[in-house]
């Protein structure tokens, strides 16, 4: 079993859709997820961020953690076309060792 | 501006050709590290440093090399090439006590033939 497992995809939905990705892992030490948006030939830059388990807002971007379930997922409201690029989850425990999911491709149809 | 600068963007080697991808950054960050990417298996860390002069390995380690003399530089050396190396590779970087945000350059893709 992986450490980390994500739903690979592709994932194509129309504009305006919602949109939830997720993850799951194995390693209860982990304590940070992340949420990292990566773009056709660039390379990943962060998006979310949460400590522990709970919910954090921002934007059209919600992120969730449920530590009991080791389970974390990203909403998206409104989606756009912008939003079009690969979501990779990530997280660490209070080392610097950080751990990626394998992505998930998303496209958002005008 | 603040960035992490890879180079080469893209490269074709032979096998056994020593190559080294360089990185750099200028946000004065102590943590910089080195990881590959490939279909179905994510981001996978081959080395770290804490700081100058402080390396650790990652999950991927074989067959890399890397040094860390200055601060804003992080070489990854791959001293014999294989075909198995032919990959995506990301440089990033962080303040050690920034928990989160790793700065990622735009990757280097590399062939080994």
């Known amino acids: 079993q992986k450490e980390v497992e994500q739903d690979p995809g592709p994932l194509s939905v129309p504009e305006g859709a919602i949109v939830s990705l997720n993850c799951t892992y194995s390693?209860?030490?982990?304590?940070?997820f992340m949420w990292y948006r990566q773009y056709s030939r660039k390379g990943p830059e962060l998006l979310m961020y949460t400590y522990s388990s709970g919910n954090k807002e921002d934007g059209r971007f919600t992120a969730q953690v449920d530590k009991s379930s080791k389970y974390i997922s990203l909403f998206i409201r409104d989606s756009q076309p912008s939003d079009s690029a690969t979501y990779l989850c990530?997280?660490?425990?209070?080392?610097?060792?950080?751990?990626f999911g394998p992505g998930t491709r998303l496209s958002v149809l005008p | 501006e603040a960035q992490v600068t890879q180079n080469p963007r893209y490269l074709i080697t032979v096998t056994g050709k020593k190559l080294t991808v360089t990185c750099s950054q200028n946000m004065n960050h102590e943590y910089m590290s080195w990881y590959r990417q490939d279909p179905g298996l994510g981001l996978r860390q081959i080395y770290y440093?804490?700081?100058?002069?402080?390396?650790d390995k990652g999950d991927v380690p074989e067959g890399y090399k890397v040094s860390r003399k200055e601060k804003r530089n992080f070489p990854l050396i791959l001293e014999s090439p294989s075909p198995n190396q032919t990959s995506l590779y990301f440089c990033?970087?962080?303040?050690?006590?920034?928990?989160?945000?790793?700065?990622f350059g735009e990757g280097s893709r590399l062939t080994v033939l």
């Open positions: 990033a970087s962080k303040r050690t006590m920034n928990t989160g945000e790793l700065f």
């Open positions: 440093s804490m700081n100058v002069e402080v390396t």
């Open positions: 990530a997280m660490k425990n209070y080392g610097q060792n950080f751990v």
């Open positions: 390693n209860s030490a982990f304590q940070y």
